[in-house]
Nanobody, 113 residues
């Protein structure tokens, strides 16, 4: 099971980023996928998840209305569109399939003016 996250970077408050995660090593289309993040000095937390067929999504309260999770089951890729970014969103972002205990290297998002 492997994940390759990309799309992070430095952005000003109010800006946007789109994260991508290419997954391999399992049947992507049949698995729920999730995005997590870990801020400096804090524990890793769940940000959003999306069901296998893409119809059901869930978000942590602090990102509702700003972040959108989506997936492309043909490309084995899950996305996280992040709008109106805030300094508190600064973290390393990881994707994961809950059924497996595996993590990628993550992609760093820094929100700062």
């Amino acid at each position: 099971v492997q994940f390759v996250e990309s799309g992070g970077g430095l952005v000003q408050p109010g800006g946007s980023l789109r994260l991508s995660c290419a997954a391999s090593g399992f049947t992507f289309s049949s698995q729920t996928m999730s995005w997590h993040r870990q801020a400096p000095g804090k524990e890793r937390e769940l940000v959003a998840s999306i069901a296998s067929a893409g119809g059901r999504t869930s978000y942590r309260e602090s990102v509702k209305g700003r972040f959108t999770i989506s997936r492309d089951n043909f490309r084995n890729t899950v996305y996280l569109q992040m709008n109106n970014l805030k300094p508190d969103d600064t973290a390393v972002y990881y994707c994961k399939v809950p059924a497996y205990d595996a993590w990628g290297q993550g992609t760093r998002v820094t929100v700062s003016s």
